[in-house]
């Protein structure tokens, strides 16, 4: 049996030679100079959503042969978008981000040059008249969700809940989303680590936790999956909200901060350690509670989903400033439940700014961007031919949060079979490996004990990447029977797939060890 990676243009690849700063590009073979010179760079737009956007590169040059454009697209080719100009109507808010295009020349030698990269920026329009309008240097959110805890009672919706606003801060927002499903302390220090070191000042900063949550006083803490009993917390074995938005405001200095604890906050009968303070917080900061002190913040199981995310999914979009935006939402709630459910919302925000606000880079911009594009970045999809059969089964995989992925086992050919079909072993993928697995709605988990049965998977989520020291092993069957109709055949057989993600996370984690 045979792999092949499959680009995801279908074509092959080559050799690109750059030109200087000016873009002025020259080869010599000894029989001639080939010059291409651009005289006309793109230039970075900000544009509301709706508007037309039109992108030019021009070139001077002496070749005698065709000379092409390509564009791309935050680092990824356009498909046909092969001339000097680059024009989209009616653009949306997920064609945001850096555009460049590299003319190419096939004049004895295959030559290119590559134009400036420029920024695009689309927001919507103002819900509200007449206000000053304030801008990003960009917008990173950090989501965590943990459902499975080793101590305490497990939940239904919070990998759910991070993976439905992920969705929205991503794409309808462009937001570098880093999200994470049932982290550990040791994790969740990483992940914030993380968290603090791509956002920086000027930046709009987004945190969400899903989960359970401790009060003490006015303190809200976070419990990781490996927190200990309630009764038994103390302040070294979870995370305090109020001192994290006070790390983020002092090392990065955003300009705004929205901190979304999607918790419970109740109480328990002594302090056990944990101290009664309130971190001062300075700057536009913004605190919506999914519950007020001493309150329960509920799931909707029929919806799979907290209430406090199946109002916000709603809302979080619209142009209004932060905290009435919030507000909304608790009114939704407290509709939705008759008063059981009560947002509390508290801020610092002394000015009119909205999660819908453009970005005007910064100079580090495209560094970050480029760090945080490769480590959610897809593998390219896998061939597996089967030799005998001539079956061949696609193995795609997408990224659902940064820690968790989706695979899927494609027959793209029947070969000389009757009948055939390709799942996934994952009880032994789960045996073999410190993984966890629920099928395809991201929900309905996966056991590998004895006392479950072994339905088939065509599509599974994976999820708990952090925890692999190295590659993901992938293992299939694939399931056939040929042409005469006597007898079923199946064959085994694995792959393994490496992940940006997962060698970033060792590294990391490694060199901060746990935290206390």
């Not at 074509?11 to 006309?40: A, Q, Y």
């Not at 295959?110 to 819900?127: E, N, R, W």
């Not at 006070?246 to 350690?273: A, K, S, Y």
């Not at 694939?478 to 199946?490: E, P, Q, R």
Request: net charge neutral.
């Amino acid at each position: 049996m045979n792999f092949y990676s499959l680009p995801a243009n279908g074509g092959g690849f080559h050799e690109e030679v750059s030109g200087n700063d000016r873009g002025f590009l020259s080869v010599n073979n000894n029989m001639s100079r080939i010059h291409i010179t651009i005289n006309v760079q793109p230039q970075g737009r900000q544009l509301q959503v709706c508007d037309d956007m039109m992108l030019r590169c021009s070139v001077q040059t002496d070749c005698t042969k065709g000379v092409s454009w390509q564009w791309f697209f935050n680092g990824k080719p356009l498909p046909d978008e092969n001339g000097q100009m680059l024009i989209r109507a009616g653009i949306t808010v997920n064609m945001q981000g850096l555009y460049h295009c590299t003319i190419s020349c096939s004049c004895q030698a295959q030559v290119s040059v590559t134009s400036t990269k420029v920024f695009v920026g689309v927001a919507p329009p103002s819900l509200v008249a007449n206000v000053q309008e304030f801008v990003a240097t960009d917008k990173i959110a950090l989501l965590i969700g943990n459902n499975t805890y080793n101590n305490n009672e497990d939940l239904q919706c919070a990998c759910r809940d991070v993976q439905i606003l992920s969705g929205i801060l991503q794409k309808q927002m462009n937001f570098k989303t880093m999200a994470f499903s049932d982290l550990n302390l040791a994790e969740m220090h990483v992940a914030l680590s993380w968290f603090y070191n791509i956002a920086r000042k000027g930046c709009y900063c987004v945190f969400y936790f899903a989960g359970h949550g401790y009060a003490m006083n006015s303190d809200l803490y976070l419990l990781p999956t490996d927190a200990p009993q309630m009764s038994q917390i103390n302040e070294r074995s979870c995370i305090n909200v109020q001192s994290l938005a006070e790390t983020l405001q002092r090392r990065c200095q955003p300009e705004l901060t929205v901190i979304l604890p999607d918790t419970c906050r109740v109480n328990t009968r002594n302090g056990n350690g944990i101290r009664q303070t309130v971190p001062t917080v300075r700057g536009n900061v913004v605190f919506a509670y999914a519950t007020i002190n001493k309150g329960l913040a509920y799931e909707r199981l029929s919806k799979k989903n907290s209430v406090f995310v199946e109002a916000l999914q709603q809302r979080i979009h619209e142009a209004r400033r932060v905290n009435d935006m919030l507000t909304s939402v608790g009114d939704d709630i407290r509709n939705l439940l008759s008063g059981g459910q009560i947002v509390e919302v508290c801020h610092t925000l002394s000015q009119h700014r909205c999660l819908t606000d453009r970005i005007v880079p910064d100079e580090v911009f495209e560094r970050k961007d480029s760090w945080w594009r490769e480590m959610h970045e897809s593998p390219l999809p896998i061939l597996f031919v089967y030799a005998g059969c001539g079956v061949k089964v696609s193995l795609q995989v997408s990224y659902l949060l940064t820690n968790s992925v989706l695979l899927e086992a494609v027959v793209v050919t029947n070969g000389c079979t009757m009948s055939c079909s390709a799942e996934f072993d994952w009880r032994t993928m789960m045996q073999t490996q410190n993984i966890s697995m629920c099928e395809k709605d991201g929900v309905t988990a996966l056991q590998h004990d004895e006392n479950h049965s072994c339905e088939p998977q065509h599509s599974v989520c994976v999820s708990g990447l952090q925890k692999l020291t190295e590659n993901l092993c992938v293992h299939l069957i694939l399931t056939y029977v040929l042409a005469d109709g006597k007898f079923m055949h199946k064959k085994r057989c694995q792959h393994n797939i490496k992940f940006p993600f997962v060698r970033e996370w060792r590294r990391n984690f490694v060199r901060n060890g746990p935290q206390s």
